[in-house]
Each structure stands twice: as structure tokens, then as C-alpha cells.
């Protein structure tokens, strides 16, 4: 089944530490992005990558960062800079066919909390 | 700066009958609306999308309207069926700097009533 994976479902880390998720999609999408969840509000952008060993900050990209060695691939590092990380993290992948719409899927997410 | 707005933040529909979900946007750049349903602790799934150069997409039970002058687009569920309860999510799409970027609304519980 083609899809995006996201592990783990569920990430507790203690203040100070880095932490990685994880994103891996079999879908042969070239376009691949991290958004944030927070209660009551819409996902934002953090950050996004049309190309392998390429990619751009989003609106929120201040404490994390991310690499793009591999197509199928997109981590996102969660670093201590990140001043409020507790949040729902969502992975999503696209086509980039330049025609139109490419509808973006998303993976089922990790939540992550910082106790 | 919210670009897209859903002011709902609720709705509760009766069974059976027709549910309206609402976005506002800011942007006349977005060249394309969705929109996508979510469950508690899953990734959001797309629903319906409409281009900016239309005003009315069908797909099923879900429709989407799209009013250009009053940037507003809603989306209408009939008939509502217990399945349907989610938070959709509003998006609008625009392509920035060669890519293309994906703007949220804050979402509107929906809740259909047996």
C-alpha cells in the first residue's frame, strides 16, 4: 500500500533535548513538508522540500530543523530552541506535475510532548 | 495575519439533514481552495478542491461554493451522516516562490446528531 509513515504516534521528551521524527513516504512524490497543530488552530508550515537535498523554511521554522537525503525521506529535529514544542506534527507529500492542483497527503502524525 | 478564516469553531447538524461549513480568505493570489477532514489523531484526508476560476465543484454528498467577490467559499454535506462528524479544515493554495503552499484555516468541529 503506498502511504506516508510517520513514527512514533506518541514522543515525550524532557526539556533540553533534541528530538527527531521521522517521515517516510512510498508514494514517489518529489514535494515533501512538515506542519504544526496547535488546539484550536490550523496546521502551519514549518518547513517544506521540492528536491532531494534541498529545502526552504516555512512560517514557523525558528527551533527545528530538517535534511532531505533520500526522496522518500524528510526528518524534522526538534531542538532545544524550540520554546514551546509540545504540539501535533504532521508530514504530508505532493506531486510537483506544475499542472494544477497537487493535492497534498498527509501521514497519520506523531504528537509530541515536552514534560 | 490570518489569511483564511473559519469562525466557526463548532456545528452540530441533525442526521439527515444539510450541513455548511464556512472559510473566509484575504489572499486573491490563491489559485485553488480544499478542503479536508480530520479525525482526533490522524493526518487530515482531502475532501473536494475548487479551482479560483470556478464557483461550484460537486463530488457526492460534498460541494463546495466558491463566491470570488466575497472571498468566502463554503462547503455543503447532504445529506449529514453520522460518519461525517470531524473537524474539517479550510485550505487555500498558492504558488510562492516556485512552490506550491498550502494556507489553513483553524478548523470547525463538526458534530451530526443521531
Known amino acids: 500500500d503506498g502511504g506516508i509513515t510517520q513514527s512514533p504516534k506518541y514522543l515525550f521528551r524532557k526539556e533540553g533535548q533534541n528530538v527527531t521524527l521521522s517521515c517516510e513516504q512510498n508514494l514517489n512524490h518529489d514535494a515533501m513538508y512538515w506542519y504544526r497543530q496547535d488546539p484550536g488552530q490550523g496546521l502551519r508550515l514549518i518547513y517544506y522540500s521540492q528536491i532531494v537535498n534541498d529545502f526552504q523554511k516555512g512560517d514557523i521554522a525558528e527551533g527545528y530543523s530538517v535534511s532531505r537525503e533520500k526522496k522518500e525521506s524528510f526528518p524534522l529535529t526538534v531542538t532545544s530552541a524550540q520554546k514551546n514544542p509540545t504540539a501535533f506534527y504532521l508530514c504530508?507529500?505532493?506531486?510537483?506535475?506544475?499542472?494544477?492542483?497537487?493535492?497534498?497527503?498527509f501521514g497519520p502524525g506523531t504528537r509530541l510532548t515536552v514534560l | 495575519d490570518q489569511q483564511v478564516k473559519q469562525n466557526s469553531p463548532s456545528l452540530s447538524v441533525q442526521e439527515g439533514r444539510i450541513s455548511i461549513l464556512n472559510c473566509d480568505y484575504t489572499?486573491?493570489?490563491?489559485?485553488?481552495f480544499l478542503w479536508y477532514k480530520k479525525y482526533p489523531a490522524e493526518g487530515p484526508t482531502f475532501l473536494i478542491s475548487?479551482?479560483?476560476?470556478?464557483d461550484k465543484n460537486e463530488d457526492g454528498r460534498f460541494t463546495v461554493f466558491l463566491n470570488k467577490s466575497a472571498k468566502h467559499l463554503s462547503l455543503h454535506i447532504v445529506p449529514s451522516q453520522p460518519g461525517d462528524s470531524a473537524v474539517y479544515f479550510c485550505a487555500a493554495s498558492a504558488i510562492i516562490q516556485g512552490a506550491q503552499k498550502l494556507v489553513f484555516g483553524q478548523g470547525t468541529r463538526l458534530t451530526i446528531n443521531p
Open positions: 504530508a507529500s505532493s506531486r510537483l506535475a506544475g499542472l494544477g492542483l497537487d493535492e497534498q497527503f
Open positions: 475548487i479551482s479560483s476560476i470556478k
Open positions: 489572499n486573491s493570489m490563491f489559485d485553488y
